[in-house]
């Protein structure tokens, strides 16, 4: 439920964050902005913040950064698309986003995982070679 512009009483920015589905719970939210994953308005925040409609808030989640303006103000958590309604992200910080998630979606491909777990003389020969011993064994 969001709020008109006759009375917007003041939201946490956890609750916020929470209502705008960024993170899965309050508490989550609360790590995050303790751990200074979040600034608003550019300084580091607290979760007690009351949030302003306008206001710049830039957030962390796994290897994404988010730059994102309030647009309004909701204390319920709803779906997606409520939520959507509750923010604006940046031009920036889209293609940002697009790049980065490219950059490791090509690094995936050049880097591919192994076929197979090393047996144990692989792994004598992985220990050898980052301990810098001499090998031993003969084939």
Do not use: C
């Not at 989640?61 to 647009?71: I, M, S």
């Amino acid at each position: 439920m969001t709020t008109d512009n006759k009375k917007i009483s003041p939201i946490r920015l956890d609750k916020w964050l929470w209502a705008a589905r960024f993170y899965r719970t309050r508490a989550i939210a609360k790590q995050m902005i303790d751990g200074g994953k979040i600034h608003y308005n550019g300084q580091r925040a607290k979760s007690s913040k009351n949030v302003e409609i306008g206001a710049q808030i830039l957030l962390r989640q796994g290897y994404e950064e988010k730059e994102v303006f309030v647009q309004s103000l909701s204390e319920h958590r709803g779906n997606a698309t409520t939520a959507q309604t509750l923010y604006q992200e940046t031009e920036q910080s889209i293609k940002k986003r697009q790049l980065s998630a490219e950059a490791r979606r090509l690094n995936r491909l050049n880097n591919p995982a192994p076929d197979h777990k090393p047996d144990k003389k692989q792994r004598r020969q992985i220990v050898r070679f980052k301990q810098n011993q001499p090998n031993d064994d003969t084939e």
